[in-house]
């Protein structure tokens, strides 16, 4: 059974940087693509940014585009969402997600879709002041 760790939540102040992390333990027999998604107040889960453990593409819905950059080693199987400019709107909790089922290939899925993504872990929560 595989496991997902997320760390690095807090309470910033807008404009303040973030780095999460997420570590995956257990077994699993492949692991297509990582993704953080977050719950804000009043909105669904939605999947922020992703990235492919083949190779380095990685995806940013528009609002966070040029704010949050996704990266992974694979080698430690970690994968880490850096956010810079924090605002008040990023204030949710935050989910490390992995598709273990190939979704994200063949064009079934986004690679911003969460549906997508198979496994979830528990969340960190993120509060940005303003």
């Known amino acids: 059974q595989m496991q997902l760790v997320e760390s690095g939540g807090g309470s910033v102040q807008a404009g303040d940087s973030l780095r999460l992390s997420c570590a995956a333990s257990?077994?699993?027999?492949?692991?297509?693509?990582m993704a953080w998604g977050r719950q804000t107040l009043g909105k669904e889960r939605e999947v922020v940014a992703s990235i492919r453990w083949s190779g380095t593409n990685t995806y940013y819905i528009d609002s966070v585009k040029g704010r949050f950059t996704i990266s992974g080693d694979s080698a430690k199987k970690t994968v880490y969402l850096q956010m810079n400019k924090l605002n008040a709107e990023d204030t949710g909790v935050y989910y490390c997600?992995?598709?273990?089922?190939?979704?994200?290939?063949?064009?079934?899925?986004?690679?911003?879709?969460?549906?997508?993504?198979?496994?979830w872990g528990q969340g960190t929560q993120v509060t940005v002041s303003s």
């Open positions: 997600a992995a598709d273990l089922s190939g979704l994200t290939y063949g064009g079934r899925y986004s690679f911003l879709d969460g549906l997508a993504y198979d496994f």
């Open positions: 257990g077994r699993a027999a492949s692991n297509y693509a």
